[in-house]
């Protein structure tokens, strides 16, 4: 039930729940990014009822989630922080593209400090589709915020409910196109309300956002690229990426951290060159469990994308 007085801030960034395109019936040939974040709210019945009137719309982004970039997550990141501190605001909503949402949703567990709950939802369908996902996507989200003890960064789409380090795309069409791997969801939203199976996850850890906010006129954060180590792997493309400054790389690898040995022998002079290396495994579930001996540290647990993330903040937090 809404607390009275509290409110809910709704940022928007854009993605496939914004889209449009000429033909309604087309779910695939549409443009991303196109609607307001205002017009989409208002397009939801039943939308301000549930949070009570209280819900604050504010445009941060109108990019395809496949665009996101360092700039982008910088205006989050603020815009995020600024609103968590307002005593009165509940929790936030974030609308998001489902190609990069969990990279985002695993940024802002990392940058912000907060024991509120911030939702991210999305859509897999256009909202000019016969039967759109993101109405019933955003009325869940603000059922997520409202729940007796929500806390931590979070994403919710098609009816369940992920926690920001195992949430991942795992379908590029169907509706039902997350999941959170060997972990499995938090728990599902039916009818307006949280049904969970697992505890909600801790709250962000903050560790970044202060080197973020000292450095917030940097025009470039570091370079850091995810690397695949794939059968006839060659050297080539990690000393080209080293010569060309890259400050940090990981690897996806294939099963528990293996990489072709020719890939593995440039990573390693990457590693002796400076160049922050980390390994994590390609595979779909599971995690890279280390052995003694090993030279190249381990993701713990973060898959490749998530690790890319978390070593962009380190080198950024170490600056």
Not at 141 to 158: C, F, I, Q, R, S
Not at 230 to 239: F, L, S, T
Request: hydrophobic share 45%; proline share 6%; glycine share 10%.
């Amino acid at each position: 039930m809404q607390v009275s007085g509290q409110k809910i801030v709704v940022l928007g960034t854009g993605g496939t729940i914004a889209g449009t395109s000429s033909q309604a019936g087309d779910n695939i040939g549409y443009t991303a990014a196109q609607v307001g974040v205002e017009q989409l709210l208002a397009a939801v019945p039943g939308l301000q009822v549930l949070a009570g009137g209280m819900l604050v719309a504010e445009q941060v982004a109108q990019v395809d989630s496949k665009d996101m970039d360092d700039g982008v997550w910088r205006a989050l990141a603020q815009r995020c922080a600024h609103h968590l501190a307002d005593p009165d605001v509940r929790g936030l909503v974030i609308t998001h593209g489902t190609d990069t949402l969990e990279e985002t949703a695993w940024f802002l567990h990392e940058v912000l400090d907060t024991t509120k709950p911030v939702v991210l939802t999305c859509a897999m369908r256009p909202a000019t589709a016969l039967t759109p996902d993101g109405p019933q996507n955003l009325l869940d989200a603000v059922a997520v915020v409202l729940a007796p003890g929500a806390t931590g960064v979070v994403a919710v789409a098609a009816g369940e409910l992920h926690a920001a380090r195992n949430v991942q795309k795992v379908h590029p069409y169907r509706v039902h196109a997350f999941n959170s791997g060997d972990a499995g969801p938090l728990g599902w939203v039916e009818e307006g309300r949280v049904r969970l199976v697992q505890n909600w996850p801790l709250p962000p850890v903050g560790r970044a956002f202060p080197a973020i906010k000292t450095g917030i006129e940097s025009t470039e954060w570091p370079w850091v690229e995810v690397v695949l180590s794939h059968a006839g792997a060659r050297a080539q493309a990690v000393d080209a990426l080293v010569h060309a400054g890259v400050r940090g790389l990981v690897v996806a690898c294939t099963g528990n951290g293996t990489i072709h040995h020719a890939l593995e022998a440039a990573l390693l002079r990457a590693q002796q060159a400076g160049v922050r290396v980390v390994r994590a495994t390609r595979c779909a579930e599971g995690q890279v469990l280390p052995k003694p001996g090993d030279v190249l540290p381990d993701s713990q647990g973060l898959s490749p994308v998530k690790a890319r993330v978390a070593l962009l903040l380190d080198l950024l937090q170490a600056h």
